[in-house]
């Protein structure tokens, strides 16, 4: 394989994006993502497709300007209206991120699918990784969990109108304004929380940054509506690939209930962003988000020097 120095972030990292340095002063930050729908409004899921994909990005510290649309779509089973109404969505949360959409690919497909390759830049050294994170950091979450388990429920009936535009709401919402209040500190490390869920998300911070971590679990802000249908063992797919990959690398503690570890591995779509830094400034930034209207943000955890690599949660 060749080695290009200018890789900064590349296929070894566990990061979603790589980052490729031009100058000394300025980077490229490239990611994409794509996926099927999650919410049965066209508009709704262009929105949240969107909000997805710029995340990894704003997780950088960087600031996203192009992206290209990836759509997939059964053209002789769906009418041409839902895409259009996707694309339309998708394009209003580029407008309002100051994204502009330069291009794109589609292609006659099964299932429908849509997203973006985004191309964001960064300040090489003020570039933020997932392999930062130090001893004595506490961990900052913007954004309540659930939407793995509440999107399950959806596709089998049982969400009410409300609690789906409720998760929608906070899906299509943008980790822009959180991503710059974190950049007027210092931060250490920060992921954004997707597919692999807090644990999934917060294992690869821990080991890229050869720490631990212990998460306070009554401090995690969740959906409230989640917490009956994890009850009731409402379990996406996605979540169980979690718990088993990722559950060797958690200890939970005796009175963590089962429910709520399924809530912890729950694969989030376009989550909140997880961000470590030194305990005052978590505490600024957490005044600051809530001030901003990110009002369910939380101080969930702290790095931990042993047992490294590992998640412990009380
Ligand atoms: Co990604
Ligand atoms: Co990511
Ligand atoms: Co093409």
Redesign the pocket.
Known sequence: MIHDKNVIRGMESL???GVYKLSDELAIIQ?I?FFTPIVDDPYDFGQIAVANAL??VY?MGGKPLTAMNVVCFPINKLDISILKEILKGGVDKMMEAGVTLVGGHSIDDAELKYGLSVTGIVHPKRMITNAGAKVGDKLVLTKPLGTGIISTALKAGKASKETVAKITKYMASLNKKASELMQELEVHAC????GFGLLG?ACQLAQNSQVGMKVHSSSVPVFTEVVDFAKAGLCPGGLKRNREFYGKMVEFSKQVPDYIQDILFDPQTSGGLLISLAPEEAELLLERLKKAGISEAAIVGEVISKPQGKILVV
């Open positions: 990061d979603d994006a990611t993502d995340s990894d997780a992921t954004d929380i997707t998300h």
